[in-house]
């Protein structure tokens, strides 16, 4: 009996370390978007044990990432990954410990090991965490999501284990938070549910403006829902459903969950309009800079039904022309983050025939949807409007939804959809896309100057700047009117190796010398795309011109800049620092930075324009290191050192230790140009390029 005994309790120990170090592995997996985890069903069944001890771990893992998720994005960041794992790897020494003991007991007569009473949530099997392989490990990490969505109010179907068959304490604790958590997030500021009393509480001129979030976003923002809430009257509401493809799937761009929520909002949408309201549409990353109603409500908008805003990198439109876009088209690639819609005929008649594709078009999100409703219908231009038809059938099936909109239902993609008259739509020209991540939304508001960064952001006693004047290859004669996108995709790759070599020394340079690079421009001849490019622009757009200055996120991984851990060097660790190429035009710039510059050139190399520099300093050409900085200490109070001709100015490096750093730093930190189309992809061509930057 006794040596049963000590085997049965042994087994019960490595049951829980094995299935505590499954569950890990499989939590890693699904941070890293490796694997989604397959939902567990509870069950009152003993026999189910292992299965609510994994469930019962997946929710205490669901805590620890809420835990270190600090800046509240919903990603774990390279420093906030690591910190997990370090506390994590403190835990498994805590279980080793604890299964030791209990097995000391076991042998020594201490009696049956009680498993309900070890810490499901420890594990022993972690690796040490490095830092630069998770940092560099990926290069398509920061590949583009289409960031053109919000997340919509949706179910959160929750599920919870019966503590008396699997689990303990441990288990009990787990289903009350995530309860307590779901609970919360549902009574946040105290939201009443959708209503026309609602909307007309807080209608300005019979319009609302309307942004959507899911419970897990409305959540996290519980403390600004209070506060809009202060007053009394709460400008909140709650939509949520089980129905129609609905979804518990993970919440990630082009999943089913993603593609259900996106239908939603439109659902909200519909309502309204046909409630009789207008409604302007902000998805919940959008920044406004005063007040859009009277833009909306003016004359530049007067004489559509949807104005909706597009996906294209440049306007059509005459300097100071804030009308609607020029030029669009059934095959403009529209956006649905920003749009405006009036409770007009023509427009209850776009939103009911749009948000009646949801139930044949759930595999799709709702700007696919609408891209599919402008383009799959007859149309004309009137001015800058595009007039949209009616289709045979649809004014039939428009009495049906006019009879009753909640039992209309279209079955097939095939079945008319409820349109009873013309609809008159326009574009916007007000998206700022394909960023990456909040960073680069972020460094994108810095390098427009709409950014507002503290005081010290832009100067401080200790800070000292560094920035190049990039060399870059002309473009082609004629190369804006090219017609084959691949001649120009070639351009693009041939062009930007050169510029990267040079951005490689001035950012080492910037390194050597503890200096903030302030970003040099570079040129880019073909724009980066989440999808295929039509002449290296998003398809639709007839007048982006190349070469065009390019945004940090088209060359570069903003996310891995923002957050790489200090470089290493033989004096010890050393932040790389930067800021965006328009600080030294950004009014809030001090003017001691601006006219505190320094030209560095060359010997044997044109200065080229020197108006506006306190100095200009020749050194000799191609300094390693520690000569460069040497050469360089006359000037090291200079508030702005600008190099040009860096390819002469700079001979390598002396401290070895900071190279292999550096070159691992500048491969992590390049991202990928995107994306051919797949006509060129089956003749063997890549999808993506790696931009590469290297000495």
């Not at 930190?669 to 089956?682: F, G, H, L, S």
Request: glycine letters at 8%; hydrophobic letters at 35%.
């Amino acid at each position: 009996m006794a040596s049963k005994m000590v085997f049965n309790a042994t087994t019960r120990i490595m049951f829980v370390l094995f299935t505590v170090f499954v569950a890990i592995s499989t939590y890693v997996l699904i941070v890293t978007h490796h694997v989604k985890l397959p939902t567990v069903t509870y069950s009152t069944n003993p026999d189910h044990r292992a299965k609510i001890g994994a469930e019962m771990l997946h929710h205490s893992l669901l805590e620890d990432f809420s835990k270190y998720d600090a800046d509240g994005d919903s990603h774990l960041s390279v420093h906030e990954f690591a910190a997990m794992l370090k506390d994590n790897q403190a835990k498994a020494v805590s279980a080793q410990q604890q299964a030791a003991e209990t097995q000391k007991q076991i042998h020594t007569g201490g009696g049956a090991a009680d498993l309900d009473t070890l810490d499901d949530g420890e594990y022993d099997d972690v690796e040490e965490y490095d830092l630069v392989a998770v940092t560099a490990n990926d290069p398509d990490e920061a590949d583009y999501e289409e960031p053109d969505d919000v997340w919509t109010s949706g179910s959160s179907n929750s599920t919870s284990s019966d503590t008396k068959t699997g689990g303990g304490a441990a288990a009990t604790d787990a289903a009350k938070a995530a309860g307590d958590q779901q609970e919360t997030t549902r009574q946040a500021g105290g939201a009443d549910d959708l209503s026309r009393e609602l909307v007309a509480d807080f209608a300005r001129d019979n319009t609302i403006m309307l942004t959507v979030a899911d419970w897990r976003i409305f959540g996290s923002m519980g403390e600004d829902a209070g506060f809009l809430g202060h007053t009394g009257k709460h400008p909140c509401f709650k939509f949520y459903e089980d129905g129609s493809h609905s979804s518990t799937d993970q919440y990630k761009y082009g999943d089913s969950h993603y593609n259900a929520a996106t239908w939603r909002k439109v659902v909200v949408v519909s309502r309204i309009v046909h409630w009789g309201f207008n409604v302007i549409h902000s998805d919940v990353d959008v920044v406004w800079f005063r007040d859009p109603l009277a833009y909306f409500l003016g004359p530049a908008v007067n004489n559509v039904d949807m104005a909706l805003s597009s996906d294209l990198i440049s306007t059509g439109n005459p300097k100071g022309d804030e009308g609607l876009e020029v030029g669009m088209h059934q095959h403009t690639n529209f956006n649905t983050g920003v749009y405006f819609v009036r409770a007009t005929p023509g427009g209850k008649s776009l939103m009911a025939g749009w948000s009646s594709m949801r139930s044949t078009n759930f595999h799709d999100n709702d700007q696919v949807g609408i891209y599919k409703f402008i383009r799959g219908r007859p149309a004309r231009s009137d001015g800058r409007v595009l007039v949209l038809g009616v289709l045979a059938g649809e004014a039939e099936a428009a009495g049906r939804y006019a009879a009753d909109p909640e039992a209309f239902t279209r079955k097939t993609v095939s079945d008319p959809l409820p349109v009873s008259t013309e609809m008159r739509l326009g574009g916007l020209g007000v998206h700022m896309l394909l960023n990456g991540y909040r960073e680069g939304k972020f460094h994108r508001f810095r390098d427009g100057m709409l950014y507002d960064d503290p005081p010290e952001y832009y100067d401080a006693p200790e800070r000292y700047y560094l920035t190049a004047d990039i060399e870059a290859p002309a473009a082609p004669e004629g190369f804006n009117t090219w017609r084959e996108t691949e001649d120009m995709i070639q351009v693009h790759l041939k062009n930007m190796p050169p510029q990267l070599q040079q951005m490689y020394r001035a950012m080492a340079v910037a390194m050597v010398l503890n200096r903030t690079l302030i970003f040099p421009t570079l040129k880019c001849y073909c724009f980066k795309n989440w999808f295929m490019s039509e002449q290296c622009r998003i398809p639709g757009d007839k007048v982006t011109q190349f070469p065009l200055e390019c945004a940090l996120d088209q060359v570069f991984r903003p996310k891995v800049l923002y957050n790489y851990p200090p470089l290493n060097t033989s004096q010890g660790p050393q932040n790389f620092t930067f800021r965006e190429y328009s600080m030294l035009d950004n009014p809030r710039t001090p003017a001691a930075v601006k006219t505190g510059q320094v030209l560095v050139v060359p010997e044997g190399e044109a200065p080229g324009n020197t108006t506006g520099f306190v100095q200009v300093l020749s050194i000799k050409p191609n300094l390693k290191q520690d000569e460069l900085a040497k050469a360089l200490e006359p000037i090291h109070d200079a508030k702005v050192i600008r190099l040009r001709h860096v390819m002469k100015l700079f001979g390598g490096f002396d401290d070895q230790v900071l190279k292999a750093s550096f070159e691992a730093f500048a491969n992590a930190v390049t991202a990928n140009w995107c994306c051919r189309d797949e006509p060129y992809i089956k003749k063997g061509l890549q999808r993506k390029v790696k931009m590469v930057m290297a000495w």
